[in-house]
């Protein structure tokens, strides 16, 4: 089995700000549609106005943005990847059984900006959408079925939910920051971490100065025991 750290949502190169955290609840913002093919606005997700005040008035109710990952009412969730970070997954292996944590950079009350995991998908199928769009997803909305954006272009689609909470487990980095020094758990040693293999980036203190930039982060823990308890421990937070 492998964790998949997975990086989606406004940040400071996409959209320009913090998703907010409301009423105690991460709310994250879907990065700007950049290739004229969504159809669903901010406005659609009642997310109009914490865009553009994370935006800084860039974007807005009207602006077209990139929902994925979707996440459905049923708790189901359909998650689209292409070019060199779909490339990445391919060649670690990941498909049905793995599971992507998804997280993105929030803000607080407090007005301290951190990384948080806000969301979930447990793998149970992986679509080539070069192999043509799967009949019980002709009808969604999800960007990538939508329209192709890439050669490799693919869906992984499971069980998925969004966090109810802002709650500390799901919090990556370390109060006080920077946004980069996370606390990591303790299964994940160093070499453990795809993207993060230089020795510098593991702390002492059970701290891991992850990479500025990158999408996809796997953690291949096979059938050892401790992450998959730790993965569960995670997961009752939504």
Known sequence: ???IFSRKGFDSGSGGGSSPIVDG??????????KGIARATYGDLGLGDHAARASRGAYGAD??????????GDGRCLFGQVGAAQTHLANQGVGVGD??????????DDGERHHRIFGYLRVTAVHRLADGIPEHLEDSSHPHVLGMHGSNDAIYE??????????EALRLTVPGGPLTLW???????????????RRDRWLR?????SVARGQEFVADVRRRKTPREWLERILEEF
């Open 1 to 3: 089995m492998r964790i």
């Open 25 to 34: 609840v991460p709310v994250s913002l879907p990065i700007p549609d950049s």
């Open 63 to 72: 602006s077209l943005c990139h929902h994925d990952p979707l996440f459905t």
């Open 99 to 108: 599971t992507f944590l998804f997280f993105g950079l929030f803000v607080g």
């Open 158 to 167: 499971g069980e998925g939910r969004q966090a109810r909470f802002a709650s």
């Open 183 to 197: 606390k990591r758990p303790a299964w994940l040693k160093p070499g453990g971490l795809s993207y993060h293999d």
């Open 205 to 209: 203190g059970g701290r891991l100065r």
